[in-house]
């Protein structure tokens, strides 16, 4: 009884709540942005149900162990700490989901289908113009970071692609790898 009334939840809610935040911060691709909403939606809705699933079970569970007081105050105890565990996840998805305070919104995206690779370009501006790039390298649905570059409009990156090499006038990124030259230096994902 134990398992099916205490472990059970704790694991379906820390589950839950994981799986939430999880698909909350991983870095989608433009076009996934529905599924990873609905998917954390979808999670914290799961970590609800096995919240109140857990609290029916620690009041069921000390039923016949304890007396009336100390049940309630042990059944508040559980539900106050996963109350704040689903707010510091509830929190947390908001934030991720938004795109924080200052969200780049994005603008374009340019497909080299030959190399399976497309970059995503966004506008980052606030007071300043600056384009944020990031690039699909593969058939996952997930961007890596290319980097920010401040002073260039998001509106007209002026990329070109010079061989296996997409070419911009502060970065070059080679496609088939992935790897991106930029400032003097080599980096790879």
Not at 131 to 148: H, M, N, R
Not at 152 to 171: K, R
Not at 172 to 182: C, F, N, Q, S, Y
Request: glycine share 8%; net charge negative; proline share 5%.
């Amino acid at each position: 009884m134990l398992s099916t009334r205490i472990i059970l939840p704790i694991t379906a809610f820390l589950g839950a709540i994981a799986l939430a935040v999880t698909f909350a911060i991983l870095p989608f691709i433009p076009s996934w942005n529905t599924f990873q909403e609905i998917t954390a939606f979808m999670a914290m809705l799961g970590s609800v149900a096995s919240a109140i699933w857990l609290a029916r079970g620690v009041w069921k569970q000390t039923s016949e162990r304890m007396q009336q007081a100390p049940r309630i105050i042990l059944t508040v105890a559980s539900s106050c700490v996963m109350a704040g565990m689903l707010f510091f996840a509830a929190i947390v998805c908001v934030f991720s989901l938004s795109g924080g305070l200052f969200e780049a919104r994005f603008t374009q995206q340019f497909d080299y289908p030959e190399y399976n690779t497309t970059i995503y370009v966004y506008d980052n501006s606030f007071l300043d113009p600056e384009a944020k790039f990031t690039y699909q390298d593969g058939w996952l649905p997930f961007e890596k970071e290319i980097g920010s570059f401040g002073g260039m409009s998001a509106g007209d990156p002026g990329l070109s692609q010079e061989g296996e090499w997409v070419v911009c006038s502060l970065f070059r990124l080679h496609l088939p790898t992935g790897t991106v030259e930029r400032d003097g230096g080599t980096y790879r994902d």
